[in-house]
């Protein structure tokens, strides 16, 4: 299994991004796909999530201006990203909760993406 995000890059304060993410391989359940970030000396935050049936929750610090989504059919995630500020400069990651093969649900992780806003 893996996950591969795309849509990182520079981007001007008040500008935005989408970030996709698509996981690929044998997946026979995929649960709750969330997007996390991690800014250079902070901890590795949930930025946004969403559940196979679409709820969807988000940090208090991105409430408003970002947006999770899914492709269920594509096994993809989305994050619309407006508004940007430049404290939302961070590397990005994908996480997926999925069943593949074996009985259990596993978290998987893509490699990251970098977001960086400039002032």
């Known amino acids: 299994v893996q996950l591969v995000e795309s849509g990182g890059g520079l981007v001007q304060a008040g500008g935005s991004l989408r970030l996709s993410c698509a996981a690929s391989?044998?997946?026979?359940?995929?649960?709750?796909m969330s997007w996390y970030r991690q800014a250079p000396g902070k901890q590795r935050e949930r930025v946004a999530a969403i559940t196979s049936f679409g709820s969807t929750n988000y940090a208090d610090s991105v409430k408003g201006r970002f947006t999770i989504s899914r492709d269920n059919a594509k096994n993809t995630v989305y994050l619309e990203m407006n508004s940007l500020k430049p404290e939302d400069t961070a590397v990005y990651y994908c996480?997926?909760?999925?069943?593949?093969?074996?009985?259990?649900?596993?978290?998987?992780w893509g490699q990251g993406t970098q977001v960086t806003v400039s002032s």
């Open positions: 996480n997926a909760a999925l069943r593949s093969d074996s009985p259990s649900f596993v978290s998987y």
């Open positions: 391989g044998i997946i026979f359940s995929l649960n709750t």
